[in-house]
């Protein structure tokens, strides 16, 4: 079970933090993404986490900007964003990572998404 | 990054047919692809996963298939439920973890 929070309304040039709540697993376990979805547009991954926090990747969409974190003692997961732009709203999900023995990674649990909107 | 093309980008069906929804990629990716649909204020939901795996408590008329480059979702027998979004998504290497444009199944 994921549940995101901190959504809302910015300025462009503004900042944000969404925090993504775990349960339900062992959070420590897994790498976790987040992802957004703009209005009208599909979907875009756009950052990852590994499970010690020992990796992070961005998509370049959002590299310099936002910056994905993790508290395993508290089963959280985070995404900073800085320097918002308007092309940043979108509603924004964090989900699991599973990666099989053939390779093959997938997202099986998601958040309902937090909506972030940035506007003057 | 790996190009995804979905097609098609609208299908419209009715309750009991049978539909079929297409992805292909630039590259091949093996069998790292997986579908997801999506519906209007809810959280994305696995349906398969390595191109044709079900996911647990996802219904049996779901089935994928395919590697390399082309791959299928299809739905046998349309249920009221399975209207909505389609996204195929690819796993191959290294991130960005890419997306087709999805598919919007709606009631003919």
């Known amino acids: 079970h994921l549940v995101e929070s901190g959504g809302g309304f910015v300025k462009p040039g503004g900042s944000l933090r969404l925090s993504c709540a775990a349960s339900g697993f062992t959070f420590s376990d897994f790498y976790m993404s987040w992802f957004r979805q703009a209005p009208g547009k599909g979907l875009e991954w756009i950052s990852y986490?590994?499970?010690?926090?020992?990796?992070?990747y961005n998509a370049d969409s959002v590299k310099g900007r936002f910056t994905i974190s993790r508290d395993n003692a508290n089963n959280s997961l985070y995404l900073q964003m800085n320097s918002l732009r308007a092309d940043d709203t979108a509603v924004y999900y964090c989900a699991r990572s599973v990666l099989k023995p053939t390779g093959c990674r997938y997202f099986d649990i998601w958040g309902r998404g937090s909506l972030v909107s940035v506007s003057s | 990054d790996i190009q995804m093309t979905q097609s098609p980008s609208s299908l419209s069906a009715s309750v009991g047919d049978r539909v079929t929804i297409t992805c292909r990629t630039s590259?091949?990716?093996?069998?790292?692809l997986n579908w997801y649909q999506k519906k209007p204020g809810k959280a994305p939901n696995l349906l398969i996963y390595?191109?044709?795996s079900l996911q647990s408590g996802v219904p049996s008329r779901f089935s994928g298939s395919g590697s390399g480059t082309h791959f299928t979702l299809t739905i046998t027998s349309l249920q009221p439920e399975d209207f909505a979004t389609y996204f195929c998504?690819?796993?191959?290497?290294?991130?960005?973890?890419?997306f087709g444009q999805g598919t919007k199944l709606e009631i003919k």
């Open positions: 986490i590994s499970g010690s926090a020992t990796y992070t």
């Open positions: 998504q690819q796993s191959y290497s290294t991130p960005p973890y890419t």
């Open positions: 590259q091949t990716i093996r069998t790292y």
């Open positions: 390595d191109a044709s």
